[in-house]
């Protein structure tokens, strides 16, 4: 009679009641962070779309199948963010650089055809992807954390345990590095 | 990186800078390419297309089951559905009010016109002395009868001094005199 209403409850909040076999709580914390996840997921790997959504559903069973390996003392989302990143690390792991290398292959070989034309927003988005491929497992999530789901520096400094400002310098060693290798291929980005 | 030169790099041009801010962005960069470069790129990110991409929807469907599933395997206690919900303190406070007050009402009516016969009932209980008495021995003052002794009066003596019928010459009584006037010796 007096509860509070599932959508004001915090994160901490809903996982405690997922622990006791709440499936509102689950439909709630799902509709909070699925979406982030799924695009968090589809940048990391490849942006493989079906990858995509198996990641995010075996994150959400882990949740249901095993909440009590959620850490109380932390933050929800800090805590969801590494498992996720986990997960693709150990993707890493699993897929040989071989699968990899050959469509990397492929897209240099795209590239150099179009040297000269002018880049649009799709070529930038193959370049990062290209970029990705170079960077270690902690440079692509801090990337992908920051540029496709907006988190703040002090939040990807808590997913990788690292400090806010180790997290900005890295930030801009990225970007410096994607400068870099669209100078390397003379590539022309649309003025803006 | 600072923040003022992330401020230059989206707003100024290279041939846009003073001669300040190329000194400060020649702290980050090293060239005027550079600049060039990252200002392009970092413009370009912050046009970034949200990635198409949706969660699926038979993935909440699959979800719910293995929920469900989950829930019949451990079904909860009746203590952990009792309190399952929290209630804000409020809440508790009023509920106990309530069963005070309830309880206190229930309790008031049975006070009042309450005619409660009494049945006295008159029991004898017989104690069976399962052990043989100790024999306890004591000391006992014996009192002996004497017969009281007659209180014997005291008898007391009187002498009346008698007078001396031999009396003193004038030679004796002049001794006398002067004793008693020298004082005691």
């Known amino acids: 009679m007096f509860g509070k209403n599932i959508a004001a409850l915090t994160d901490e909040e809903l996982m405690s009641r997922i622990q006791s076999g709440d499936e509102g709580a689950m439909t709630e914390l799902y509709g909070r962070y699925s979406k982030q996840m799924v695009r968090y997921f589809y940048r990391m790997l490849w942006q493989d779309q079906n990858k995509a959504q198996d990641f995010l559903h075996d994150l959400f069973v882990r949740l249901i199948e095993r909440p009590e390996l959620f850490d109380v003392s932390r933050k929800f989302s800090t805590w969801i963010y590494s498992v996720a990143h986990n997960m693709c690390k150990n993707e890493y792991r699993k897929v040989s650089f071989r699968n990899n290398a050959q469509s990397f292959v492929q897209f240099e070989t795209s590239v150099n055809e179009k040297i000269t034309e002018e880049m649009d927003q799709k070529y930038l988005q193959q370049a990062i992807a290209r970029a990705m491929e170079s960077w270690e497992e902690d440079d692509r999530s801090l990337f992908v954390f920051r540029q496709e789901l907006e988190m703040t520096f002090v939040e990807i400094g808590g997913v990788l345990g690292i400090p806010e400002g180790t997290a900005k310098s890295r930030w801009f060693y990225l970007r410096k590095q994607l400068a870099d290798s669209f100078r390397d291929y003379k590539i022309l980005l649309k003025a803006i | ?185």
Do not use: C
């Open chain 2, 1 to 185: 990186m600072s923040d003022e030169f992330e401020k230059l790099l989206r707003s100024k041009e290279w041939n846009e800078l003073t001669y300040d801010e190329k000194e400060l962005a020649m702290r980050h960069v090293a060239t005027e390419g550079d600049y060039f470069s990252l200002r392009k790129v970092s413009l370009a990110l912050d046009k970034k297309p949200i990635a198409s991409i949706e969660p699926g929807k038979e993935i909440l469907h699959s979800l719910k089951t293995k929920m469900s599933g989950r829930t019949k395997e451990a079904r909860p206690s009746w203590a952990a559905i009792v309190f399952r919900h929290k209630t804000p303190a409020y809440g508790t406070a009023l509920w106990v009010g309530i069963a005070l007050f309830v309880g206190w009402s229930l309790g008031k009516e049975k006070q009042i016109g309450s005619t409660m016969s009494e049945r006295i009932v008159y029991q004898t209980d017989t104690v069976y002395q399962s052990l043989p008495s100790d024999t306890v021995y004591v000391k006992q003052v014996v009192y002996k009868y004497l017969p009281a002794k007659k209180a014997e009066p005291l008898i007391t003596k009187v002498t009346t001094p008698e007078a001396s019928l031999k009396g003193i010459n004038m030679k004796e009584k002049e001794e006398l005199e002067t004793l008693l006037v020298s004082g005691s010796e």
